[in-house]
């Protein structure tokens, strides 16, 4: 039973030093330039979903305590935008009112220079807007 609660320990330890170490303090601030949106799964055209993440460009992984708000624009195949929205970014699933079968890109933009810890409430800044351009399937 103690191993248990060592490997849970050392596996919750070794997931914080690893965010923590692209983390600097500046002044007052928690800074991290190395945090992306990635599109994790995309059914925009057949169920209207899709499922994004904040990860670290350093690692290439998902970090799921992090969250940030964030706006969904999406196109058609001329350019035209088809559908806009402002998400809380708390659950990592969008699903839109309908499926939009004629998409074609996705732009998905954090709406705050900042990044929240569930686990802490600490707002992490980025230097850059976190933004991603996702073509679809």
């Excluded at 923590?20 to 057949?46: F, H, P, Y």
């Excluded at 979903?49 to 998902?62: G, K, Q, R, V």
């Excluded at 499926?99 to 800044?125: C, D």
Aim: hydrophobic share 40%; proline share 1%; glycine share 6%.
């Amino acid at each position: 039973m103690k191993s248990m609660y060592r490997a849970i320990i050392l596996i919750i330890f070794s997931f914080w030093a690893g965010n923590a170490i692209a983390q600097t303090k500046v002044g007052d601030r928690w800074i991290d330039n190395n945090l992306g949106i990635r599109v994790e799964k995309e059914s925009v055209r057949k169920r209207g979903e899709l499922t994004i993440c904040i990860y670290s460009t350093e690692t290439n992984a998902c970090i799921e305590n992090l969250f940030t708000a964030f706006e969904t624009r999406i196109f058609d195949d001329t350019g035209k935008e088809i559908w806009s929205a402002l998400w809380m970014g708390q659950k990592k699933t969008v699903t839109f009112s309908k499926a939009l079968s004629e998409a074609h890109k996705v732009v998905i933009t954090a709406t705050q220079p900042f990044v929240i810890n569930i686990m802490t409430g600490t707002r992490i800044y980025q230097e850059k807007e976190i933004t991603v351009e996702h073509i679809l399937r």
